[in-house]
């Protein structure tokens, strides 16, 4: 099989989800010899080296996710490059106006997204083919760290307090992503101190990170080459989005906080809630009074990292150039 590889989403750094994630699928193609175009080295420019190249798939992974516009630039690439299927890469949902959807329904362009709920929405659309594809993590770097002196040394090299209880989030610092809520979590915990990792690659909200500060949040927001570190040293995963629309379906930082063994609070149902330590509540304020009782648990670290196992990047994509396979066209 023949295949090539789209995005404009190999953007450095690489500490966001949609650039992780084309980050690790341009390896494992790279790995096989596929090919791979970058949009963002010049469509024009790059053209002539894969024209009169024969493509059994297309896979498209576009920066904005499946809106409508991704839908017509993969029937524009499918005629240019002229694969024989083509699929889209959805890792976060979006909204399609009645006409919209008439016109994606048309398209050959099957869809790869990461729930049943996506998947559900997308085939009433008429999408020939509509498959599943897992967010993953790099299992040889985010794994559990239990020696307590190895903890102590993590926290000194980045400046965290040694004896308090580490509450992270890694993400964007939104306020529509109910990132001050960590606030009320830090006053309810004693000995509690929050932790937020902001992207350097997206803009933050000046307003939200100065209030954030002004509770006593520790806030980092340059790009760190072993974020692994940071989910190691710290005690809670808090995960307070809920909008599906503000972040990929299977959010990364959740997967890599488990293969760190680091149980997970979260507002969100992903695609798996039966992992070992993710705790899911219905509200924030549920989660926020739940964070206590969590800590005291004495939760086993290997066990909750032993749960993601199957997630490792090279697993996942195989599973999804497997499936491809099995690929259905109009």
Known sequence: ??????????????????????????????????EVLDLNQGFIRSFPAFFLKQFDFMIYLPLSSITFHSFIRAALFKLVFRPKKVIIIGLQPREY??????????????VAVQSVESKTELI???????????????????????DKNHIRQLRE???????????LHVGHL????????????????????????ASSSTQSEREIALELQSAG??????????????????????????????????????????????????????????????????TLEAAVEKAGEILSMNLCKQKIADGVKGYNWEEVFSVFFTGLQNYQTS
């Open 1 to 34: 099989m023949n295949y090539l590889y789209v995005t404009n989403a190999l953007l450095k750094p690489y500490d966001e989800g949609f650039r992780k994630f084309a980050y690790h699928l341009n390896r494992y193609c790279q790995k096989r010899n596929y």
């Open 97 to 110: 106006g009645w006409i919209q959807k008439k016109l994606i329904g048309l398209l050959p362009i099957g």
């Open 124 to 146: 009433k659309l008429g999408i020939p083919s509509v498959l599943s594809l897992h967010s993953g993590i790099d299992s040889n770097v985010f794994k559990p760290v239990d």
């Open 157 to 167: 090299k980045y400046g965290i307090p040694v004896d308090k209880k580490i509450i």
């Open 174 to 197: 939104k306020r529509d992503r109910n990132v001050l809520k960590i606030v009320d979590m830090q006053r309810q915990l004693p000995g509690g101190q929050a932790l937020m990792i």
């Open 217 to 282: 949040v520790i806030i980092i927001n340059d790009y760190l080459p072993h974020i692994e570190e940071l989910y190691q040293l710290a005690d809670l995963y808090f995960f307070p989005v809920i909008s599906k629309f503000d972040v990929i379906e299977m959010p990364l930082s959740v997967i890599e906080a488990l293969a760190c063994g680091i149980p997970v609070l979260s507002v969100k149902k992903i695609v798996n809630v039966d992992l070992p330590g993710f705790f899911l509540m219905e």
